[in-house]
Nanobody, 120 residues
Framework: QVQLVESGGGLVQAGGSLRLSCAAS????????MGWFRQAPGKEREFVAA?????RSTDSVKGRFTISRDNAKNTVYLQMNSLKPEDAAVYYC????????????????WGQGTQVTVSS
C-alpha cells in the first residue's frame, strides 16, 4: 500500500513562510496528480493546489502558494508565502488519477496531515 507522509508544518507568524513536503513510499506515484487540501476546525476540507506528473498545476490561493513536485524524489511540495491567520489548518497531501482535479472525492490516497498554525 502506497503511503503519503507530510512534513513541514508548524507555527509561523503572519507574513511568514512555510514549505510543506509530501513524500510517497513508491515511485509509481509519479504518474498521479498530486494535490494539497486543507481543513480548518469547524470547516469543510478545501482544495489548495494540484499538480500533474508533467508539472501542470492549478491552485486556489493565487500569488501566495506554489505547488511543485520532484518525481525523482517522489515528493511534492507546497511553498506557502505571506501566510495569514486564515491559512491555519491541517494540510493534507493526496494522490489521484483525475487530471488536476479540485475535488477531494477524486483523490484515492491521503496522508495523515500536517498542522499549520499562523499567529497574528
Amino acid at each position: 500500500q502506497v503511503q503519503l507522509v507530510e512534513s513541514g508544518g508548524g507555527l509561523v507568524q503572519a507574513g511568514g513562510s512555510l514549505r510543506l513536503s509530501c513524500a510517497a513510499s513508491e515511485r509509481t506515484l509519479s504518474s498521479y496528480t498530486m494535490g494539497w487540501f486543507r481543513q480548518a476546525p469547524g470547516k469543510e476540507r478545501e482544495f489548495v493546489a494540484a499538480i500533474t506528473w508533467s508539472g501542470r498545476s492549478t491552485d486556489s490561493v493565487k500569488g501566495r502558494f506554489t505547488i511543485s513536485r520532484d518525481n525523482a524524489k517522489n515528493t511534492v511540495y507546497l511553498q506557502m508565502n505571506s501566510l495569514k491567520p486564515e491559512d491555519a489548518a491541517v494540510y493534507y497531501c493526496a494522490a489521484g488519477d483525475r487530471w488536476l482535479s479540485t475535488r477531494d472525492s477524486d483523490y484515492k490516497l491521503w496522508g495523515q496531515g500536517t498542522q499549520v498554525t499562523v499567529s497574528s
